[in-house]
């Protein structure tokens, strides 16, 4: 089995930064791409940034600019730095990741971490 675990949310004000971490541990042979996620309330789900374990990244267009997914693959944790934040970037954000475990390959997902962006 494998527990992701999620840290670094909280209130901040529009323009500020945070940065959340998500650390993975259990029975992990290797872990592939990895990235985050974020739902606000009354909407769904939607993808926001990943990173392959070589570390090419990919963004959604609304936080292209602001945000940088990054990863250490030592600790087996990917982060991201979230800078000038906008209200609408208030949501709970979960991290993913995609591990091979030496028989297959299944993903996994976080408890997510509450973002607030708000004066």
């Known amino acids: 089995q494998v527990q992701l675990v999620e840290s670094g949310g909280g209130l901040v004000q529009p323009g500020g930064s945070l940065r959340l971490s998500c650390a993975a541990s259990g029975s992990i042979f290797s872990i592939n791409a990895m990235g985050w996620y974020r739902q606000a309330p009354g909407k769904q789900r939607e993808w926001v940034a990943a990173?392959?374990?070589?570390?090419?990244?990919n963004y959604a267009d609304s936080v292209k600019g602001r945000f940088t997914i990054s990863r250490d693959n030592v600790k087996n944790t990917v982060y991201l730095q979230m800078n000038s934040l906008k209200p609408e970037d208030t949501a709970v954000y979960y991290c993913?990741?995609?591990?091979?475990?030496?028989?297959?390959?299944?993903?996994?997902w976080g408890q997510g971490t509450q973002v607030t962006v708000s004066s």
């Open positions: 990173i392959t374990r070589g570390g090419s990244t």
């Open positions: 993913n990741a995609d591990v091979f475990d030496g028989l297959g390959d299944f993903g996994y």
